[in-house]
């Protein structure tokens, strides 16, 4: 049976991933006090790390993985942008109140639970679109579908993200976060391929594969059951009450200030899909190349997340060193990227955009140089999204408070959104919304760079662990 302790080990003592035991001054006992069996036969497939969270990418495949499809379109793949920008900005508002708290419903009611209740907002909102290809004037449908979905939003992305890095051992939560990433990002694959050869029934597809995707973590296993690939446990939370869980959410911020370093970087990342969806997918192209557009957005994703994942995981080199690497990848892409899109944005404004028909085909002149800017814009996202994840579990390997860190994530990320999207859908002109995500990014790192010095060490001590 998974979970049964063996002995406790001396002190300079280490277990590597392949299981190969040595002396390690660096790492002692009082780190994992304890090793434990793993199952064998089918359970040891079942309650495999990879294995779960496999299926942590595939509930995300299916719910947020489309959501991002139906998203990355521009609009939902509508002509008029403003509705879709309010919902995204009530979206966004509901996400992050809910995301703050949400680690507290995760640690009391479960992940499981938790992934299950969070996962259920996305078909209601997917199927909104489909009632406004129905009825033009359900604009209002389309808005108060947002707002319950970011409720769920908040619940599932806690959840998930405490579960993603808690899995892994210490080298291996780069390749996890790839993992989950890759797996997720093809459900943007997936919905903007079906979105090619958009119609009415494209809706109805996205819905079935969200329902059936809500469903899955109902057939994963309990975090309490499970058991690292270098025999240390999973810690669970043991069902505090709401009280303790609030007053632990203080404590969080409390024992571990430098996480308000990793904020900055948690507002950007979700600041720059406005423009990138809306002021430059849906501002520039018809419905075709904006569907191809998002087609290699969401595939260039996922070979961001693996890069950077494996880059991360490097572990002949030191943990701190490592992360300094990724800070250094994503300033060159931040710049690099923008300077690129600058010289675009400023050919047009709102103004002077042509109705849907006119806008740019894939057979236009200039159009693979745009293509090929998306293409690293989705880079970008993913390597921002997998550092960040990664930071975050360079500083804890405990579910509970990791749980507490994704909320505080998913909420300043959240309210950020909201803000740029209530932004656009008020008609900001595009430059100063561009203008706008290049600086928080750059922002980001600038805050980041302390947090590595100060916070990032080569091993998690068992103090860190825990609250």
Not at 4 to 32: I, M, W
Not at 58 to 81: E, H, I, K, R
Not at 211 to 240: C, N, S
Request: hydrophobic share 45%; aromatic share 14%.
């Amino acid at each position: 049976m998974p979970g049964n302790p063996t002995e406790k080990r001396g002190p300079d003592f280490r277990v590597d991933v392949d299981n190969s035991v040595h002396d390690d001054p660096r790492h002692t006992a009082t780190q994992y006090p304890y090793l434990y069996d793993r199952p064998s036969g089918l359970k040891a497939f079942y309650y495999n790390p990879y294995t779960q969270v496999v299926l942590l990418g595939f509930v995300c495949f299916a719910c947020p993985g489309l959501f991002n499809a139906l998203n990355g379109l521009g609009a939902g793949g509508q002509v008029d942008s403003t509705t879709s920008a309010n919902a995204n900005s009530t979206l966004y508002a509901t996400f992050a109140v809910a995301a703050f708290f949400a680690g507290s419903v995760n640690n009391i009611l479960g992940p499981r639970m938790t992934l299950l209740l969070g996962s259920s907002g996305y078909a209601i909102y997917i199927a909104s679109y489909l009632v406004v290809n129905i009825h033009k004037n359900a604009g209002g449908f389309v808005i108060a579908a947002g707002a319950l979905l970011g409720l769920c939003a908040g619940l599932l992305w806690t959840a998930q993200g405490s579960l993603m890095l808690a899995y892994p051992t210490e080298d291996q939560k780069g390749k996890f976060i790839g993992i989950f990433w890759s797996i997720f990002n093809l459900g943007g694959v997936v919905g903007a391929a079906v979105s090619l050869g958009r119609n009415f029934h494209s809706e109805i597809v996205f819905m079935i594969l969200t329902g059936m995707g809500t469903l899955i973590p109902l057939f994963m296993a309990d975090p309490e059951k499970m058991v690292r690939t270098d025999g240390t446990k999973v810690t669970t939370p043991h069902q505090p009450s709401w009280r303790t869980e609030i007053h632990n959410l203080y404590i969080a911020l409390r024992t571990d200030p430098l996480i308000v370093l990793l904020f900055p970087m948690f507002l950007a990342s979700n600041w720059f899909y406005t423009w990138q969806f809306n002021d430059y997918n849906a501002a520039l192209f018809n419905i075709r190349a904006r569907s191809l557009n998002n087609l290699v957005y969401w595939n260039s994703q996922i070979l961001g997340s693996i890069s950077i994942g494996l880059l991360l995981d490097q572990h002949q080199f030191r943990r701190r060193a490592r992360a300094f690497a990724g800070w250094s990848i994503l300033i060159v892409f931040v710049l690099a990227v923008h300077l690129w899109g600058f010289f675009y944005q400023r050919a047009y404004t709102r103004q002077s955009m042509p109705p849907d028909g006119s806008k740019m085909d894939i057979y236009d002149k200039g159009y693979t140089g745009h293509l090929f800017l998306y293409i690293c814009c989705g880079l970008l996202d993913a390597m921002w999204q997998t550092t960040a994840y990664w930071m975050m579990g360079a500083m804890s390997n405990d579910p509970a408070k990791l749980a507490y860190f994704t909320g505080f994530y998913k909420s300043v990320q959240s309210a950020g959104a909201a803000g740029v999207w209530r932004a656009d859908a008020m008609k900001v002109p595009y430059m100063n919304l561009f203008l706008s995500t290049w600086a928080l990014l750059v922002a980001g790192l600038a805050f980041l760079l302390p947090m590595i010095h100060l916070r990032v060490k080569d091993y998690t001590d068992y103090e860190d662990e825990v609250l």
